[in-house]
């Protein structure tokens, strides 16, 4: 490549990415992942667009791995202990045993359906059995759900790349020779020895990185990157799960306490947007429009036999021993986003030589692109409908400030909700646990910071620091005052969430 032809390609990628980040503000406003913005991208600047002939299914694959890595590490990153510690049993029996339901509904439907042989039903299966940890931190990211939906849904699409894609490669062997014990003892080493390394190599960064100086702030955010991917690189070398090794690893060093925590979970978000826009064009860019108008029925229908009857059954026989009010499992079966990982796990048996599985790529690509746009939109809806998105909810602020993280404090917003008992409730009379304060509020869209005596009104938007350890009991005064007013303590009201 010469020197003119680099400048090109820079800047036609610059362009590219330019795109991709302003379409993502479109994307949000619509409640759909930015996935289907670069999916888009992809095909029109393929060879039925603008002309770009890409078929490299192997090299799709591979940067795509490492695009997964990027993302589940971020995923690991900006994960917090406290909203999953509780969810970590039910959030690995839904990655586990809810991949394995869900593989064999899904499976029986392609099988019985559209006559599939059954090794191709059973790669589609596991292909579209997991959710997509991008989809899901992108949309639930900006959803004020309770902390326990939230926390169950990213905890799951954390773990379940790992197993489905050793489910996928077992399948991907010409010619199948299916073995029960084979797939267990496969399963049982690889998420084992993943999870082994991923821990182990995020508590040594988390002894070691608070206990030495680097001689630039900027130079943590890129140091508990190269742990995450010296976990993933290391399983994947001893032939464990790369993929759970990068999400675990992330999730200790995120809640050890490092120096510039703020910095790098920005550093994080920002290179996980990096690697997600790269791999949705580099997807897009992989099919052929031409050749996907004719799977669109299968498509369907296998979309269909996973989001009534396959997800739904592994939500409520996963989650049975623990709970889970039927509201939240009709939302976690609803909320089951499909993105990357399907498409990037279809290249698997392209490479591999499986009969058809070109095919199957089309039908994974055609059932992601329809379901996002119908499942993305309607998430908000269905939480309101359901009755599990709080009305009093606050949302962590993430900021780039040192001053917090010396104090170890963070910003949270809230809205006051319409016919909030909070209206005419002035700022002193919050009463907020201590060293908690309403710095700022936003009121008609102009901004002013309130005095004690300041009045707060039903559609205010106020910005409270707090500290880490006094969160929760900030939390749980605002959602008393915004039920029962100022007295809400003498009425009994501690603002236990919903």
């Known amino acids: 490549m010469s020197l003119e032809q680099l400048y090109w390609a820079l800047l036609a990628g610059a362009l590219v990415l330019l795109a991709g980040v302003v379409g993502t503000r479109v994307a949000r406003g619509a409640g759909l992942p930015s996935l289907l913005l670069f999916l888009a991208l992809g095909v029109v600047l393929g060879e039925d667009g603008l002309g770009i002939d890409f078929d490299d299914a192997e090299l799709a694959r591979n940067l795509g791995t490492t695009a997964l890595a990027v993302i589940l590490v971020e995923g690991g990153l900006t994960t917090k202990w406290s909203d999953v510690r509780k969810l970590v049993a039910p959030a690995g029996i839904l990655a586990t045993v809810g991949i394995g339901i869900s593989l064999v509904v899904t499976a029986a439907g392609a099988h019985f359906l559209l006559g599939f042989d059954w090794q191709l039903a059973l790669l589609l299966g596991a292909i579209v059995s997991s959710t997509d940890s991008a989809a899901v931190f992108s949309v639930l990211r900006v959803l004020p759900l309770p902390r326990r939906v939230a926390g169950l849904l990213e905890a799951e699409s954390g773990f379940n790349d790992a197993p489905t894609v050793i489910l996928v490669l077992l399948f991907s062997v010409t010619p199948l020779v299916f073995s029960p014990g084979h797939v267990v003892a496969s399963l049982g080493y690889q998420l084992g020895v993943g999870t082994l390394l991923g821990l182990g190599v995020g508590f040594l960064g988390a002894v070691v990185l608070p206990r030495i100086a680097l001689p630039a702030s900027g130079l943590y955010p890129l140091a508990s990157f190269g742990l995450g991917f010296v976990a993933f690189a290391g399983s994947g070398a001893v032939h464990a799960s790369g ?40 997807l897009g860019l992989l099919v052929t429009p031409s050749s996907l108008t004719v799977e669109i029925i299968p498509a369907l229908v296998v979309g269909l036999v996973l989001l ?13 021993w623990f709970r889970v009010p039927l509201r939240e499992q009709a939302f976690l079966s609803w909320a089951g986003l499909r993105g990357a990982v399907p498409i990037v796990l279809a290249t698997f048996p392209v490479v591999q030589g499986v009969p058809n599985s070109q095919r199957l790529l089309d039908i994974v690509f055609v ?132």
């Open 243 to 282: 993929f759970i090794a990068a999400y675990l690893c992330g999730v200790v060093l995120a809640n050890s306490g490092l120096p510039h925590r703020s910095a790098t979970r920005s550093f994080a978000e920002g290179l996980a947007w990096l690697a997600q826009i790269g791999l949705f064009v580099l």
């Open 308 to 320: 009534l009857l396959a997800r739904p059954l592994a939500v409520v026989l996963s989650l049975i």
């Open 367 to 498: 059932l992601v692109m329809v379901f996002t746009v119908v499942q993305g939109p309607s998430l908000r809806p269905l939480a309101r409908w359901l009755g599990i998105l709080p009305r009093e909810a606050t949302r962590e602020v993430q900021v780039e400030a040192a001053p917090l993280d010396v104090l170890d404090a963070e910003l949270l917003s809230m809205s006051v909700p319409p016919d909030s008992a909070m209206h005419a409730v002035t700022v002193r009379e919050l009463r907020l646990p201590e060293p908690g304060v309403v710095t700022l509020i936003i009121r008609d869209r102009h901004t002013f910071v309130p005095s004690p005596e300041t009045g707060i009104e039903t559609g205010d938007e106020l910005f409270i620091v707090t500290t880490v350890a006094q969160r929760q009991a900030t939390e749980n005064r605002l959602r008393a005052v915004s039920r029962r007013g100022r007295l809400a303590h003498w009425f009994g009201e501690r603002g236990d969430p919903a």
